[in-house]
């Protein structure tokens, strides 16, 4: 299975400020993805991380809000622009084996925005 | 756009009991994974199937991908206390995850 790891692992931000998470995979992983899951609900994919170029975005969510970077296989950052109260939600990062048929997370990064 | 349906949304039962949790879609995919959740923490990745009509057995949990790889199911034998969490499918499409609507479990003892 693939390592992964994200950071902060929690914050409480407060309204209209950004925050920017990131995260670390083993080599391992190829494909990297960032998800939300706001409470009580099941995981929703915000964008498939590629690596030097722009990332691609599912519908409802765009880069000016949601920007991406993977300059590398193994480091990917999401930024969360502007932030709402909307915007509390899990942020997960999730990697896929060399094999494909899997994804990993890692513990994922717990936003509150007050 | 894929869509994986989970059926019972909600489910809470008494501590022996057996219970099946489905996942089911229109679309087709090629492997598909079933993940448990607990509270404060990532899902936990419990299964991958890859063949239509493949059964796989983790000891009290058994799962099966449809013949035709557009649903699947998993089914529980004498759940205990510590099996409750959020029970979540993925289908791996084209480039991408697909996650279930979520099935939340409660095991009481």
């Known amino acids: 299975s693939a390592v992964i790891s994200q950071k902060p692992s929690r914050d409480i931000c407060q309204r209209g400020t950004s925050l920017t998470i990131q995260c670390q995979v083993d080599s391992q992983v190829t494909m990297m993805f960032w998800y939300r899951q706001q409470p009580g609900q099941s995981l929703t994919l915000i964008a498939t991380?590629?690596?030097?170029?722009?990332?691609?975005?599912e519908s409802g969510f765009v880069i000016d809000k949601f920007p991406i970077s993977r300059p590398n296989l193994t480091f990917s950052t999401l930024t969360v622009s502007n932030m709402s109260p909307e915007d509390s939600s899990i942020y997960l990062c999730?990697?896929?084996?060399?094999?494909?048929?899997?994804?990993?997370f890692g513990e994922g990064s717990w936003l509150t925005v007050v | 756009t894929q869509l994986l349906e989970q059926s019972p949304q909600f489910l809470s039962i008494q501590e022996g009991e057996n219970l099946t949790v489905y996942c089911n879609s229109s679309?087709?995919?090629?492997?598909l994974q079933w993940y448990r959740q607990e509270p404060g923490e990532g899902p936990v990745l419990l299964v991958t199937?890859?063949?239509?009509?493949e059964v796989k057995k983790l000891k009290r949990l058994t799962f099966q991908f449809g013949d035709a790889r557009k649903d699947s199911s998993l089914h529980i034998t004498a759940a205990q206390p510590g099996d409750t969490g959020l029970y979540l499918c993925a289908g791996a499409g084209t480039y991408k995850y697909i996650f279930g609507t979520g099935t939340r479990l409660k095991v009481l003892a």
């Open positions: 199937v890859v063949t239509g009509g």
């Open positions: 679309s087709v995919f090629s492997s």
């Open positions: 999730g990697g896929t084996s060399v094999s494909g048929n899997t994804i990993y």
């Open positions: 991380a590629n690596q030097g170029s722009e990332a691609t975005y």
